[in-house]
């Protein structure tokens, strides 16, 4: 299994900034994808951005230029840079890892945007 572990979320104004960061550690296979997804109370998880161990990227439409995935192999450690944030990004945030043998989640991190 991976484990994960993430750090980086908090309280911030509406036009905000925050940058979440995930360390992952364990059996770690050389090709993987690393990610975030979130869940809003009542909501169903969704996909906010993920990236490949090559660095191809995929992003939510909602978060399309104002958020920015990246990673760093050596420590096997993603970030999401989160900018311009909006009340409606409000939620628990998710890092996950996955590979060809299965999907491992981190244990959440809450993001609140104030208006």
């Known amino acids: 299994q991976v484990q994960l572990v993430e750090s980086g979320g908090g309280l911030v104004q509406a036009g905000g900034s925050l940058r979440l960061s995930c360390a992952a550690s364990?059996?770690?296979?050389?090709?993987?994808?690393m990610g975030w997804y979130r869940q809003a109370p009542g909501k169903q998880r969704e996909l906010v951005a993920d990236i490949t161990r090559g660095g191809s990227t995929d992003y939510a439409d909602s978060v399309k230029g104002r958020f920015t995935i990246s990673r760093d192999n050596a420590k096997n450690t993603v970030y999401l840079q989160m900018n311009s944030l909006k009340p409606e990004d409000t939620a628990v945030y998710y890092c996950?890892?996955?590979?060809?043998?299965?999907?491992?989640w981190g244990q959440g991190t809450q993001v609140t945007v104030s208006s």
């Open positions: 364990g059996s770690i296979f050389s090709i993987n994808a």
């Open positions: 996950t890892y996955s590979d060809y043998r299965f999907r491992s």
